[in-house]
């Protein structure tokens, strides 16, 4: 049978967690640290079960603040400022570092908003803008409307490469965005056929197939590709026009 | 570029390494934060702020010698650098200059 403080190092599924969940620049520090102070729980003859509880809760909360730090470095990216007696303005606070993630990201947000403003506020602004003869098919596009403009916003970081790298990435996150968007909108046409009271819904009372939806999906690729070409071109004029600013110290 | 200046904790943080010197590292910064400012810190927010505070220039690094204690892993100590305390001043001179607005009344 086991001393109640026998036990001497940390438990092996936390230290396993916190090496797999902590960026290389800091891990051994931190895991360094926690061994320490483990170790001055030993020698204090602390139940190993309060230990090893310890480290637990160390290692989750240690835990949530580096996966929300690593969220932001992949989102917003780091912000580093000028070493010198003059602070510059914030141009920008977003510096998109990987525009693969930040896109799938885009997505996710832009099929969730999409789910939101079907589910939830349609009935409503359809109720208030039918009046003035639109239907919700009119308004269908508004959440993506809306995220592309939010998109434009995002994409300003990228005003320093050349138009071509621009449009590639723009045009890019345009698309899978919209395939996101289509997968949404797909799903809810697919929900909605397998309601018992769809009948009189005559768009969604049968689930729409790929072969009907393909001369609709070229098209829509081909303005989304013509929206990436003017949010390069917009993106392009805006970094002309910025000029630095700063503001003095002290 | 960011001209935002550090926040509450990072402040704080900086602060601590200006007291501890030159055994600023994780156990201490933490024992150091959780005694001033009584309350629990999470190493996780420590090292988080830390690791900020290194990418902004604030705070330069240095690696001491493995010891078995911490498991054959070496501590990382840290160190206040110029841009951290000018950051600092300016931090300073900003929260002065906006308690100088007014003097807050006993009563209302």
């Given at each position: 049978m086991n001393q109640p403080t026998s036990r001497s190092s940390p438990p092996t599924w936390a230290q396993w967690i916190l090496t797999a969940a902590c960026?290389?620049?800091?891990r051994d520090a931190l895991a360094g640290d926690l061994a320490e102070e483990y170790a001055m729980r030993v020698q204090a003859h602390e139940h190993w079960l309060a230990r090893d509880w310890w480290y637990g809760t160390e290692v989750v909360r240690a835990i949530g603040y580096v996966v929300r730090q690593r969220v932001v470095d992949v989102f917003v990216g780091h912000h580093v400022p000028q070493v010198s007696s003059e602070i510059p303005m914030i141009k920008n606070p977003f510096s998109i570092r990987h525009p693969l993630a930040f896109t799938v990201f885009f997505g996710l947000l832009s099929a969730i908003a999409f789910f939101i403003w079907f589910a939830l506020a349609r009935a409503l602004v359809v109720g208030v803008?039918?009046?003035?003869?639109?239907n919700e098919v009119d308004l269908q596009f508004v959440p993506y409307v809306v995220m592309s403009l939010l998109l434009v916003r995002f994409l300003r970081?990228?005003?320093?490469?050349?138009f071509v790298a621009r449009f590639a990435v723009s045009g890019g996150v345009f698309l899978i965005t919209a395939a996101f968007q289509f997968i949404a909108t797909y799903s809810f046409a697919v929900y909605l056929s397998r309601l018992?009271?769809?009948?009189?819904r005559a768009s969604f009372n049968c689930a729409p197939t790929l072969s009907h939806m393909l001369p609709g999906i070229g098209l829509t690729v081909v303005i989304l590709l013509a929206l990436g070409a003017v949010v390069a071109y917009i993106t392009g004029v805006r970094t002309q026009q910025q000029t630095p600013r700063t503001v003095a110290v002290g | 570029m960011s001209s935002r200046p550090p926040g509450e904790f990072e402040q704080a943080v900086l602060l601590a390494l200006v007291r501890l010197g030159?055994?600023?590292?994780g156990v201490r910064i933490r024992a150091e934060l959780e005694t001033r400012l009584h309350r629990a810190v999470s190493i996780g927010a420590v090292y988080t702020t830390l690791d900020r505070l290194v990418a902004k220039g604030y705070v330069t690094t240095s690696l001491g010698e493995p010891t078995a204690e911490r498991g054959g892993r070496a501590k990382k100590f840290f160190h206040l650098a110029a841009p951290g305390l000018a950051a600092l001043n300016h931090a300073r001179q900003t929260t002065q200059a906006t308690w100088a607005i007014a003097p807050l009344p006993s009563r209302l």
């Open positions: 960026p290389p620049r800091y803008i039918g009046l003035a003869g639109a970081p990228l005003a320093a490469w050349s018992p009271s769809c009948g009189p | 030159e055994q600023a590292y």
